[in-house]
């Protein structure tokens, strides 16, 4: 069974920074563009920002320069670190993986963690 289990969330004072991880488990052959989105209370999910197999990537506007999106593909796993954090920021955090081709060569599309807390204080 496929896994994406997300850490590294909490709770920082504004400016502060954050590192989030998220690795993906399983029998998996590969992974097309990981990427990480948020949802704040009462607000639809965003993209934060992606990043292909190649390592290019992709952020929203509010982040640019602030977080930064890596990932180590013989690990399965996807980073994002958060620098310069605003109360803004707070939010769940989920990773994402838009394709995982397992070793016996079924392909999962749009699979999705279960999210991690990020609050930032004012």
């Known amino acids: 069974q496929v896994q994406l289990v997300e850490s590294g969330g909490g709770l920082v004072q504004a400016g502060g920074s954050l590192r989030l991880s998220c690795a993906a488990s399983g029998r998996i052959f590969s992974i097309g563009v990981m990427g990480w989105y948020r949802q704040a209370p009462g607000k639809q999910r965003e993209l934060v920002a992606t990043i292909t197999s190649g390592g290019s990537t992709n952020y929203r506007d509010s982040v640019k320069g602030r977080f930064t999106i890596s990932r180590d593909n013989a690990k399965n796993t996807v980073y994002l670190q958060m620098n310069s954090l605003k109360p803004e920021d707070t939010a769940v955090y989920f990773c994402?993986?838009?394709?995982?081709?397992?070793?016996?060569?079924?392909?999962?599309?749009?699979?999705w963690g279960q999210g991690t807390q990020v609050t930032v204080s004012s």
């Open positions: 994402n993986a838009d394709r995982i081709v397992r070793s016996t060569g079924w392909t999962l599309r749009d699979y």
